[in-house]
């Protein structure tokens, strides 16, 4: 089986890399950090899962995070391997769960005819391939630089190493370890003699669950009594509950009574609402007027009333100084001639009787006095002449003075807009009736608001009432609702205190619950009987498994590990055997004599460390050709050493993929000219 070619779209720091490998040896040179070991671990990602082996539950290794790559998405890669036919992988890291799709050479989809990991999830595609477990992989074929800092520590690693395949033909499992483990799964499960132990605490416990069942049997009996009563007083609570329900329900009716009728005088109000827009809406041109403006025209009216009256006043005392000076009229002639006649007809009578001096007097003074009267009347009526054109004179100046001044407060009122003040006393009329309809409109809707306190206008609706409450009374059902809240808040307070009581008794745990806790504390003896049972029997099977081991596996083991260091040390090394107190030694063909590990150089450690995991992978996989994966395994040996590896993997005729910082196996490998095919990360 040999792997062809890889494309890398994001691993660690490769990303976008196409990459082809040959059969036979594959140098891939970078320097330090140059994504060797990136390479290395994206080949042992795409044969298997990320997570830590050896788990029943997923436990990741690091792997995922470690090789993310920074500000990229793209975390996925495929890679194609050729085992008879031509297979291809493609993984997706960037999910949750890796997602893996292999297809064959027509680029079928054939993940699901391989067997998936129960724990993992994914397809072993390794184990199908490589013939090999992931541990063992990491065990054999892929072979990096051993981690140690003295050789000490090497040889105590590689001991280990050969005693655990001779034991149980898997590096990772130490048989000692596992007596131990048994040993202290034992210490760990106990017995009832061990108070201390987790048996001993068990039947500690029972003892005690025993005498505590007594006790919850006890307390159930007082609980039942609680509980009874509990249940007379929750009957109770419903009762209490209906009474005040049927009571809010009567309430409830009232109320929706008054809401009809706030309902219904809301209705008028808003007709009396809509009325007085109406009549705002026919009267809102005279709003353009200010009551200043009003109150100002007004006062033109009153001062024009004022000028007449003050004008009036004084042609009606002219007038009527006119009117007293037409009493002087001129005195008639006649009136005077007639009284002259009166005086001769006096005078004559008396010339008649003899009384001649009377008569002549007589005539004498009443002409006298009649011709004084007369002159004296002409120059009255001379006066009142003068004074009369005077007076009229002025009652015309009087009326012209009137009217000059009510000319110019009518200018004044045209200026504002009003003809005459007939018209005035119109718009003064308009506007109180705006005003007035304005105050009516605030007016109702102060009444709306008031109605409507604390109440959801757009949700009363009107609702027939079913039950008769004519007779009801508000505060007397309040009052007794009251009541029944007093009592409620008795039995809440009863039935509280009786399930606090309730709660107590159950905190002290319930016969069931000990019940269960005594049955599962059996269970746990029992199988803790039958795990000690387990742990005897298996110590004996491992004890004849290690036999069959030794016996059978081992001999194959350390034949081909033997001729596989006798070849790479050309012939000088040879014969290895592992003792029962895990010395391992070697045979020396030159100096004819055994060699303890301890002895050796760390470059034959190493040889030896490579020869037994190339032998323990084709021990594993029946001898199935496999590729070989060294990351820097080689910078322990000279060039004595590392000629004879490269001349050793040339004849394997298997692919080898050698990650290298040095260079040195390529210079070799063309000293040797050895074919190889170079990638330079």
């Known amino acids: 089986m040999i792997i062809k070619q890889m494309h890398i779209n994001g691993f660690g720091k490769l990303n976008d890399r196409q990459l082809n490998y040959n059969e036979g040896i594959n140098i891939i040179c970078a320097p ?3 994504g060797k070991s990136t390479l290395h671990s994206f080949i042992e990602s795409m044969f298997y899962h990320v997570y830590v082996p050896g788990k029943k539950k997923r436990a990741s290794s690091g792997v995922v995070e470690k090789y993310r790559p920074w500000g990229k998405t793209d975390y996925r890669g495929s890679m194609t391997i050729v085992d008879q036919t ?59 630089q051993m981690r140690r800092q003295t050789g000490d520590d090497v040889v105590a690693e590689l001991k280990t190493f050969i ?15 596992v007596r131990r483990k048994l040993d202290g799964l034992r210490a760990e499960i106990g017995s009832a003699r061990k108070k201390t132990s987790r048996y001993g605490k068990r039947e500690l416990r029972l003892a005690d669950l025993e005498d505590d069942l007594q006790n919850a049997k006890q307390r159930l009996l007082e609980m039942d009594a609680l509980i009874e009563r509990r249940d007379q007083l929750v009957k109770e609570e419903a009762d209490v509950n209906n009474q005040i329900a049927e009571i809010g329900k009567t309430l409830s009716d009232l109320q929706q009574i008054e809401d009809n009728a706030l309902l219904e005088q809301i209705v008028t109000l ?25 109150t100002a025209l007004k006062q033109l009216k009153t001062d024009v009333d004022q000028i007449k009256a003050q004008i009036d006043q004084r042609i009606y005392l002219q007038e009527d100084r006119l009117n007293h000076l037409k009493s002087c009229a001129k005195p008639s002639p006649i009136v005077h001639i007639t009284g002259l006649f009166g005086a ?9 009787f003899g009384m001649v001096a009377f008569g002549i007097g007589a005539v004498a003074g009443a002409i006298a006095l009649l011709s004084f009267n007369y002159i004296n009347g002409l120059k009255k009526y001379r006066t009142f002449c003068v004074e009369r054109t005077r007076l009229k004179e002025a009652i015309a100046d009087l009326n012209a ?4 001044a009510v000319n110019a407060k009518m200018a004044e009122l045209k200026r504002a807009g009003v003809s005459s003040f007939d ?17 009516e409109r605030a007016h109702i809707e102060q009444r ?17 009432v079913q039950g008769d409450v004519s007779g009801a009374d508000r505060q007397s059902l309040q009052r007794q609702s009251a009541k029944l809240y007093e009592s409620l808040k008795g039995i809440i307070d009863a039935r509280a205190a009786l399930d606090q009581q309730l709660r107590e008794l159950k905190g002290n745990r319930n016969a069931q619950s000990i019940e269960e806790e005594i049955a599962h504390l059996k269970a746990q003896r029992a199988a803790d009987d039958e795990r000690l049972k387990v742990l005897d029997i298996v110590e004996k099977k491992i004890d004849v498994a290690i036999e069959n081991v030794q016996n059978t596996v081992m001999p194959e083991v350390n034949q081909m590990l033997s001729e596989v260091v006798q070849n790479i040390t050309a012939g000088k090394y040879c014969d290895i055997k592992v003792n029962d107190q895990l010395d391992v030694s070697l045979r020396d063909s030159i100096a004819h004599k055994t060699v303890k590990l301890e002895d050796l150089s760390l470059g034959t450690i190493d040889l030896l460390y490579i020869a037994l995991r190339i032998g323990l992978a084709d021990v594993a996989n029946n001898g199935k050709a496999v590729p070989l994966l060294f990351d820097d395994a080689f910078v322990q040996l000279d060039d004595s050493r590392l000629s004879g590896v490269m001349q050793y993997l040339n004849a394997l005729n298997r692919q080898v993929l050698i990650f290298t910082c040095q260079g040195r196996e390529k210079r070799i490998a063309d000293q040797l000219a050895i074919p190889y095919h170079l990638i330079n990360l």
Do not use: W
């Open 423 to 439: 018209q005035l006393d119109i718009l003064y009329e308009k506007y109180r009736q705006l005003k007035e309809a304005q105050r």
């Open 344 to 352: 001769l007809l006096i005078g004559a009578i008396l010339f008649y």
């Open 448 to 464: 709306m608001r008031d109605c409507s306190a604390g109440k959801d206008v757009a949700a009363l609706c009107y609702q027939a």
């Open 32 to 34: 330090n950090e140059g």
């Open 86 to 144: 031509e297979y291809s992988i493609e993984k997706d890291f960037s999910t949750k769960h890796t997602a893996v799709t292999i297809f064959d050479e027509a680029k079928n989809d054939i993940t699901a005819q391989y067997e998936q990991d129960g724990v993992f999830r994914e397809p072993k595609f390794g184990l199908a391939h490589l013939g090999l477990s992931k541990i063992m992989f990491d065990n054999t074929i892929s072979i990096s």
């Open 163 to 177: 005693a655990n395949i001779e034991k149980s033909n898997d590096a990772t499992i130490s048989v000692d370890n």
């Open 270 to 294: 808003r007709e009396q609402y809509a009325v007085e827009r109406q009549r705002i809406e026919r009267l809102k041109q005279y709003g353009d007027f200010s009551y200043d403006v009003i």
């Open 401 to 404: 003075e009137r009217k000059e």
